[in-house]
């Protein structure tokens, strides 16, 4: 449902899993914004928590934590790690 | 004062790196917080008095980047470039120190002056992490100090070292990026090298590559060729990449901070689950989260309401004293009254500042600096993006409960214009502590508990459904939610004061002019004796649709003023407290929704006219007195056939 093409996305996956950022599907504004908070095609990603339903997703990238909300972090493709 | 002895710094970094902290330490109370030129958004200024020199402190907003994303980056980067600070001190999250470097790397091609000031290392040392400072200060070849700034600690080290440099040519080592990059940008510096700039030409051929907007206009009007230059070249490199150039020079920034971090970091990570791990789990996760946010919003709630039922009631009685006094000394003729009136609406505003909004604040603040907002946030985003805004504006709301006026102020969290004023909105919506009084008061005393309760599910759904309304009529997309989720730490007592102190001034600020004025104003309409003329004049509306008394168009005019006046005069016109006298059920409960939403109090109105302008606040005030008479008349109806 929430694969685009033949990609996982980072909503795909389950709470505590490690992945590589493949690429960031969204427009130019989303993709350097997220490039200016280090996240970016290459870098790894673990996903801390999910919340209910399709509530936003709690990531840990660089040994920090941010939250993202679930429209944008459907449109970022990932490779299970 | 000499030039020599005066010395202007900027603060720059991210939000939670506790640039706020070190903000508060150097100025302490030589602050001044007013508002950027035209602009909504917060500037903060301090003077610094140490060892003969006079320092000006500016505190930048908390940003991420200095692309033109926000307001707060426009205005950050402007500053910077165009007042030509003596040094730009750089706060740094030490546990954070890769996301923090991508925005240092931007500061350092502004090629200012900038220390690092490279903050928490208390924490970082807890978390297992350690840094080689004297490694990081090659590299970028600018100063880096250590500072632990809710203790104080290294901050006047900073100061020294701002100190030592002034007057020195800085020699930041620039970043530079992968090779296409760099040829492009040598092409364009060549290009740009013998116009006048005011800005660095090196940063000025990086952002035409980023096709920064504000930057390609400019240099349009100064050497269109240079930007037919950066056009082709642009192309090339997107056709090298794929991928848009502004993306591809942000991921090499991003890289190269990774690379950074990776040579001057250490972590020896210590496997077993931390407390601010297990805290986290227990308050985010779906099955304690909520509980957690239920049982901790409520005992907020609880006792704020009950510190500040407590504390207004003995403000009540010494200020009836006031009155008293007044009226026997001063009589009771029309100036005289007029004149009691003018204090009574500071007293007044006294009486809501101090009572309730001061213990709200602290409360407030205090969840904010434990790190318990964010969680907030990210457990409401679902239900808050149905409105059409994202999790942040859940705050907003829950201050809104307190107080609309504070609540509509910290829709400046949000970060686009569409998004805050559709906060704002629904947060005039919410059932403030003043809505409460009439509905616990009137509905709750006399009609029963579970209508009062039920009372505020309605408003509940109501705020809702403006929200779902609201997002589709105003266009644009809404925006999606990005946070730095912040561990716990513990609470910094003296951060979270000075945060209260600040927003409590700026409550009386705005509040105080507009509340005092339409105070007089109604009182001179009351003792000139217009009063039943004009509840008279509205009995269509109040008596044949709302089928209330007709006085009631009298306390619906004094409730703009404040919402509990409703109550008050209502006792003072009838003479009797016992309102089940005077009214039925269905009156009451008609009243109270006609009083929820029917227009926000003349403080909540000063804050939209000034954030929103006063067209906006007029046509908030127009929409909601039209929704609440419909809407309370509509029930009205309804409850016909329950009583």
Redesign the interface.
């Known amino acids: 449902m929430n694969n685009r093409g033949n990609g996982t996305c980072l909503t795909d996956l389950e709470d505590g899993h490690t992945a590589i950022i493949i690429s960031v599907m969204g427009g130019?504004?989303?993709?350097?914004?997220?490039?200016?908070?280090?996240?970016?095609?290459?870098?790894v990603v673990k996903v801390?928590?999910k919340?209910?339903?399709?509530?936003?997703v709690?990531v840990e990238?660089?040994?920090?934590?941010?939250?993202?909300?679930?429209?944008?972090a459907s449109k970022i493709m990932v490779e299970l790690k | 004062m000499s030039d020599e002895k005066k010395i202007n710094i900027v603060l720059a970094g991210q939000g939670n790196s506790g640039k706020s902290t070190v903000f508060n330490y150097l100025t302490g109370l030589h602050q001044h917080i007013g508002n950027w030129a035209g602009k909504t958004i917060e500037k903060r200024e301090g003077t610094l008095f140490y060892k003969d020199y006079t320092i000006d402190v500016l505190d930048l907003p908390g940003i991420?980047?200095l692309?033109t994303?926000s307001e707060e980056e426009v205005i950050s980067r402007e500053h910077i470039i165009h007042q030509n600070p003596d040094c730009v001190i750089n706060i740094i999250?030490s546990?954070?120190l890769?996301?923090s470097l991508?925005?240092t790397l931007q500061l350092l091609e502004l090629e200012c002056p900038v220390i690092l000031a490279v903050n928490m290392t208390d924490l970082a040392k807890k978390k297992g992490?350690t840094i080689n400072f004297k490694k990081l200060q090659g590299i970028l070849n600018a100063p880096v100090v250590q500072t632990v700034a809710s203790r104080g600690r290294g901050l006047t080290r900073i100061i020294d070292k701002v100190i030592e440099l002034k007057g020195e040519k800085t020699g930041h080592k620039v970043h530079r990026y992968g090779k296409e990059i760099e040829s492009c940008i040598r092409q364009l510096s060549e290009l740009l090298k013998d116009f006048d700039l005011p800005y660095p030409v090196r940063w000025v051929a990086i952002k035409l590559l980023?096709k920064d907007n504000d930057i390609s206009r400019f240099v349009r009007g100064m050497s269109p060729e240079a930007l037919e230059k950066a056009g082709q070249l642009i192309e090339n490199l997107e056709e090298i990449h794929g991928?848009?150039s502004?993306?591809v020079i942000?991921?090499e920034?991003?890289?190269t901070?990774?690379r950074i971090?990776r040579e001057t970091v250490k972590?020896t990570s210590n496997r077993k689950l931390s407390i601010n791990d297990r805290l986290?789990?227990l308050t985010?996760?779906?099955s304690t989260?909520y509980l957690f946010m239920i049982l901790i919003l409520g005992g907020m709630f609880l006792s704020v309401f009950s510190f500040g039922n407590w504390l207004s009631g003995l403000l009540d009685s010494v200020f009836r004293e006031w009155h008293a006094w007044w009226n026997l000394n001063l009589g009771t003729a029309f100036l005289s009254a007029l004149g009691w009136s003018a204090v009574e609406s500071v007293l007044a505003l006294i009486q809501i500042a101090f009572p309730y909004i001061l213990p709200f604040y602290v409360i407030l603040y205090l969840l904010e600096d434990w790190g318990y907002i964010?969680r907030i946030?990210?457990?409401m985003?679902?239900l808050m993006?149905k409105m059409g805004i994202?999790?942040k504006g859940c705050i907003s709301f829950i201050i809104g409960f307190g107080c609309n006026v504070p609540g509509c102020l910290s829709c400046r969290i949000m970060e686009s214009k569409r998004e805050r004023f559709i906060t704002a909105v629904l947060v005039t919506l919410v059932p403030c502590s003043a809505v409460s009084v009439i509905v616990f008061g009137l509905v709750g005393k006399y009609v029963g508990i579970w209508w009062a309760l039920g009372l505020y599910l309605f408003a509940l759904a109501v705020i809702f459904i403006a929200g779902k309304i609201s997002s589709r009529l105003l266009l644009g997309e809404p925006v999606?939610?990005?946070?730095?989720?912040?561990?716990y730490k513990s609470p910094h007592l003296k951060t979270i004061l000075y945060q209260t102190w600040d927003s409590l001034k700026e409550f009386v600020f705005i509040a105080a002019p507009i509340v005092i004025i339409s105070g007089v104003v109604i009182q001179a309409i009351n003792l000139a004796g217009w009063m039943p003329a004009i509840s008279s004049f509205m009995s269509p509306v109040t008596v044949t649709w709302l089928g209330l008394p007709a006085i009631t168009g009298i306390l619906l005019i004094f409730g703009i003023l404040r919402k509990e006046l409703i109550l008050v005069m209502l006792a003072a016109y009838l003479g009797t407290t016992s309102f089940s006298d005077v009214l039925t059920s269905q009156q009451m409960i008609t009243l109270a929704i006609v009083s929820m939403f029917y227009i926000p109090c003349v403080a909540t109105i000063s804050v939209l006219w000034k954030e929103y302008g006063w067209k906006k606040a007029m046509a908030i005030c127009v929409l909601e007195i039209g929704f609440a008479i419909l809407l309370a008349g509509i029930v009205n109806r309804l409850l016909n056939f329950v009583f």
Request: aromatic content about 6%; cysteine-free; hydrophobic content about 35%.
């Open positions: 130019k504004m989303l993709t350097k914004r997220l490039a200016d908070l280090g996240i970016t095609s290459g870098t801390i928590r919340t209910l339903f399709s509530g936003p709690q990238v660089a040994g920090s934590r941010l939250v993202l909300g679930w429209g944008l | 991420y980047s692309t994303y999250d546990t954070n890769e996301r991508i925005f992490i980023e991928h848009d502004a993306v942000a991921d920034r991003s890289h901070s990774s971090t972590i986290d789990a985010t996760q779906k989260g964010a946030s990210f457990l985003d679902r993006h994202h999790g999606e939610l990005i946070m730095a989720m912040p561990d």
